[in-house]
């Protein structure tokens, strides 16, 4: 049975035993599947354990074997560009839904009031967290590590994404007889590092079913009730964005069949849905991008770290959604001014947010800050509104920006290979 298969059957039954247990209030099975969540974060850890070598080899090892410098920087460019038109289309879809079903419009005033004071607190500490965050001239500055060993302990990735291609850079310019022993050694770590993701992903069954059980039975469906037609219409955007944006960019850009190509890479999109994290996933989406899509490794080393850290296509659209439904809900009509804002604001924010469960929750503080600016709203207020679901709708969306980050490695490789005059080939099926 293949892994993706195990790892579907795992997710199906983890979800049947927590609605059991939630909504059949079994208050035993409840404690035991959230007393076993620690095994699925123990397999987050190793994961992740893992990210910072793979990404920092794979960097430099993809970047000192471009040959040409200037490659970097067209490649760069390039990836950039894609990312920024993608996650403001995100965002557009967004709004769009949003001014559509209107899903602040009919929210009772009993749930309103209940959901602000059971999730008042947190949003407050959300809050504080957010206003900590540094300013965009600042998060430019602190791509520049002073010290790059500290930045790879504290797993601060746009650092060491900066000092790893800087580093590669480095390297490509070097005599053969210099470069090549360096080359090889961090090739050498790389593959390193892809044998311990091997031995990690034959643990991915247990995992995923731990974590999408505790899920499940800790919250259950009460909160979505309340909210449900605020988390209908961030899955709709979602299923739009991947469905319409991402197909047409396939097709036409990238020269794949949409279905063929969301079916290759179902286990990075069902490790992202468990975990939440486009940081654990992205050994595995390296992984699938070069064996299963024929990426070039030079071309999935630079734009799939890239992606994981500024990437965030459905963190975008779920903030576009969230602060549309707290504005509707807490104000009542937003202007078309304000609407423009937050697609810039949603766009900026979305680069550099960590890809980590609930960093989208954080950037939204940011975004409300902006639109609710001059209303007299507090962003607490309206984070409490969201704060039940967010987990559930955090684990789609990071699926989502999987699949992005998948979908743009496949577009720049065309690009250049078909730059170069080579023909791109689509793998055959395994």
């Not at 074997?65 to 390039?78: F, N, P, V, Y």
Request: charged content about 15%.
């Amino acid at each position: 049975m293949r892994l993706h298969t195990q790892i579907t059957i795992a997710l199906i039954l983890g979800l049947a035993a927590g609605l059991v247990a939630n909504l059949l209030g079994i208050d035993p099975l409840t404690d035991a599947l959230v007393a076993i969540e620690p095994i699925g974060t123990a397999w987050i850890r190793l994961i992740t354990m893992v990210v910072i070598p793979l990404v920092f080899a794979s960097l430099i090892v993809g970047t000192a074997s471009l040959g040409d410098i200037t490659k970097l920087g067209r490649i760069g460019g390039k990836t950039v560009a894609y990312y920024l038109a993608t996650t403001a289309i995100a965002v557009s879809i967004g709004l769009l839904l949003s001014n559509l079903i209107q899903p602040g419009s009919g929210m009772d005033e009993a749930a309103l009031t209940g959901l602000r004071s059971t999730y008042g607190a947190q949003s407050a500490d959300r809050v504080d967290l957010a206003q900590q965050a540094p300013s965009m001239v600042e998060v430019l500055l602190a791509m520049i590590p002073r010290n790059p060993v500290r930045a790879m302990a504290d797993g601060d990735m746009l650092p060491i994404i900066f000092f790893a291609i800087f580093f590669g850079a480095s390297v490509s310019v070097l005599p053969t007889e210099k470069r090549e022993p360096l080359v090889t050694f961090f090739d050498g770590v790389n593959e390193a590092a892809m044998v311990m993701i091997h031995w990690i992903m034959k643990l991915a069954p247990i995992a995923v079913f731990v974590l999408i059980a505790a899920v499940i039975a800790r919250f259950g469906l009460d909160v979505i009730g309340s909210l449900g037609v605020y988390a209908i219409t961030v899955v709709i955007g979602l299923l739009l964005h991947v469905a319409l944006t991402y197909a047409l960019i396939l097709k036409y850009l990238a020269g794949w069949r949409p279905l063929d190509f969301l079916r290759r890479i179902r286990e990075p999109q069902l490790i992202a849905f468990s975990t939440s994290s486009s940081n654990a996933t992205l050994p595995l989406t390296m992984e699938t991008a070069e064996e299963e899509l024929g990426v070039s490794k030079e071309v999935s080393s630079f734009v799939l770290p890239l992606g994981a850290t500024i990437n965030m296509d459905g963190t975008a659209l779920y903030q576009a959604v969230a602060t549309m439904f707290i504005f509707q809900v807490l104000v009542g009509d937003i202007s078309i001014a304000t609407q423009l804002m937050i697609v810039l604001t949603a766009t900026l924010a979305s680069i550099g947010a960590a890809g980590v469960p609930s960093a989208g929750i954080i950037i939204l503080v940011l975004v409300l800050e902006q639109a609710l600016a001059g209303t007299g709203v507090e962003p607490a207020a309206g984070i409490a509104l969201v704060l039940g679901v967010d987990r559930i709708l955090d684990m789609c969306r990071t699926a989502v920006n999987v699949t992005g980050d998948l979908t743009a490695s496949a577009v720049i490789d065309r690009s250049e290979k078909l730059r170069e005059g080579r023909i791109p080939v689509v793998p055959a099926a395994t």
